[in-house]
């Protein structure tokens, strides 16, 4: 199977329902190099408005964060995150999060794209 859009080509998708608001860890294995993604929920009372927070925690592991999204209806990203490389092709990701209105649980669904080539080193 492939599946494309906007000249992207889907290479993972999913969806996972978290246990309880624990974090969901992503590990996008491949021959070499694997990529981790830990995607989490973090309320700030400080803040007004809800955001992500793209935290590169090691050189191989992502840390996405949903700070203050709302609860009840599904939030996620408009634009490609773009994220780096892998296997030699951009790798992008859109997401959507949606937690449950008592704060017991929540769903990621995500999709990781891949785009054309990038030039091997030489």
């Known amino acids: 199977m492939r599946i494309t859009s906007g000249g992207y080509e889907a290479v993972y998708h999913g969806r996972v329902f978290g246990y309880g608001l624990n974090?969901?860890?992503?590990?996008?294995?491949?021959?070499r190099d694997?990529?981790?993604?830990v995607f989490s929920i973090e309320n700030d009372p400080e803040r007004d408005d809800f955001d992500t927070d793209i935290r590169l925690v090691?050189?191989?592991t992502v840390k996405i964060v949903c700070v203050n999204f709302?609860?009840?209806k599904p939030i996620g990203n408009r634009d490609m995150i773009h994220?780096?490389?892998l296997n030699n092709r951009k790798l992008s990701l859109r997401y959507?999060?949606?937690i449950h209105?008592?704060?017991?649980?929540w769903v990621l669904s995500?999709?990781?794209f891949a785009g054309e080539g990038v030039p091997e080193h030489e």
Do not use: C
């Open 83 to 85: 994220l780096g490389v």
């Open 23 to 31: 974090p969901i860890q992503i590990v996008l294995s491949e021959e």
């Open 34 to 37: 694997p990529l981790t993604f």
């Open 58 to 60: 090691r050189q191989d």
């Open 96 to 98: 959507e999060v949606n």
């Open 70 to 72: 709302p609860r009840g």
């Open 101 to 105: 209105y008592d704060l017991s649980t």
């Open 110 to 112: 995500f999709t990781f």
